[in-house]
Nanobody
Framework: QLQLVETGGGLVQSGGSLRLSCAAS????????MGWYRQAPGKQRELVTS???????NYADSVKGRFTISRDSAKNTVYLQMNSLKPEDTAVYYC????????????????WGQGTQVTVAS
């Protein structure tokens, strides 16, 4: 059983900032990787950034230097600090994770749900 709730989206002007949160709950034995995806209208969903249990991070080239992913392992929560936002960042943002139901079995979310809308005005 896994529940993911994304919050923090909104409307901002170009150059502004937003902070997204994703809280995971359920029968989580451990989390290997947490990440943020986004999908703009007419485009495929893309991986924006991810962070491992060891705090190693990866960023899409389009957001390097502007976005920062972080986590609070004790709360099973991942954050996305978005600075210097651009209109091309406009999308629905989703959280996902690779987690373990037990020591032996890994899984991820079953569906993408609603996500949280980020709109950047030019």
């Amino acid at each position: 059983q896994l529940q993911l709730v994304e919050t923090g989206g909104g409307l901002v002007q170009s150059g502004g900032s937003l902070r997204l949160s994703c809280a995971a709950s359920g029968n989580i034995f451990s989390i290997d990787v947490m990440g943020w995806y986004r999908q703009a209208p007419g485009k495929q969903r893309e991986l924006v950034t991810s962070i491992t249990s060891g705090a190693s991070t990866n960023y899409a080239d389009s957001v390097k230097g502007r976005f920062t992913i972080s986590r609070d392992s004790a709360k099973n929560t991942v954050y996305l600090q978005m600075n210097s936002l651009k209109p091309e960042d406009t999308a629905v943002y989703y959280c996902d994770l690779r987690y373990r139901l037990s020591y032996y079995y890994t899984s991820r979310r079953d569906n993408w749900g609603q996500g949280t809308q980020v709109t950047v005005a030019s």
